[in-house]
């Protein structure tokens, strides 16, 4: 199956990996010098994309912390496939390696996502990568699209309201190159206590405060000192006002729409889905604050 891959000849490991949101097929390889890999596998109809995601994280590789670094991009299987070989971060993925600290440790790890974060915004952004126009009338659709489902959940409509009447908020600032999905499944811990960066394949530009709702769907489940720690960092302790009320948009958004985007996921995601909402509802006094009842400056 392999067999067009530079290198191939000298892999003696290769595992399949089952979990994650990502529609590329991933693998775990090893070879016989002992290089730990990912390959990641896409059809071909995707070539342009995932040519440009490995570009930019060859532009990220730069910035001088750990991350799964760009080693080979091409095409196999008589040119029906694309694949993207990358480093392995090895260590323990933070989700699960969090809850294992004291709060202190976690906000310490969050403050360095945070300054990961912070360098990964403030590259430069290509000409050719400028965007002509903004999300809010894509995230207008989206959540139509929510409104009109029969997977809405009950008491929704303060919420839903909400993000209507405050969508024209975002995309104020200068937009910058994301991660994507910056969260603690997205982050490894090393044995030296450092955090790897992983799973690139949804970067884009556009609003830095978009970047930070991950913290509400997923970070808070995990660690709140974490989550605290990577905003502090990212501000310089000087969190600005106005990152709290965009910010909300785009927690109330998600918090809605993707009970609609894990459709395709199955009704477990689906219902994962729907409890972080209720989760987002109940943190945020049903949209009447902006400030989460989780966030205190630097209390851990």
């Known amino acids: 199956m392999f067999e067009d891959i530079p290198g191939y000849d000298k892999w003696v490991k290769i595992e399949k990996i089952e979990r994650g949101w990502s529609f590329d097929t991933k693998y775990y390889v090893e070879s016989e010098d002992n290089q730990k890999l990912l390959l990641r596998i896409s059809d071909i109809k995707f070539y342009d994309k995932k040519k440009k995601e490995f570009e930019v994280i060859s532009m990220y590789s730069k910035l001088g912390f750990k991350m799964s670094n760009p080693v080979d991009f091409g095409v196999f299987e008589n040119e029906t496939k694309v694949y993207m070989l990358l480093t392995w971060v090895e260590g323990e993925d933070l989700e699960i390696a969090l809850p294992m600290l004291s709060n202190e440790e976690q906000y310490q790890i969050g403050r360095e996502a945070g300054l990961i974060l912070k360098k990964i915004h403030s590259l430069p952004i290509a000409v050719n990568d400028l965007p002509t126009q903004t999300k809010e009338e894509k995230k207008r659709i989206q959540i139509l699209k929510y409104e009109q489902s029969e997977l809405r959940i009950e008491d929704d409509e303060i919420a839903l309201q909400y993000v209507k009447d405050n969508l024209h908020k975002i995309w104020k600032k200068l ?97 994962v889905m729907k409890e972080i909402c209720l989760k987002s509802f109940k943190h945020y006094n049903h949209f009447k604050t902006h400030i989460p009842i989780w966030y205190k400056k630097g209390n851990v």
């Open 175 to 271: 937009p910058v190159y994301q991660h994507g999905d910056f969260h603690p499944g997205n982050l490894i811990l090393t044995k030296d206590k450092k955090l790897g960066v992983i799973d690139f394949n949804r970067w884009e530009i556009g609003d830095p405060y978009e970047e930070f709702y991950k913290l509400e769907n997923f970070g808070t489940l995990i660690s709140i000192p974490y989550s605290i720690g990577q905003i502090d960092a990212y501000f310089d302790d000087e969190v600005p006002n106005d990152f709290w009320e965009i910010l909300s948009v785009y927690v109330a958004h998600s918090a809605l729409y993707s009970i609609e985007w894990a459709r395709p996921f199955g009704k477990k995601d689906v219902d």
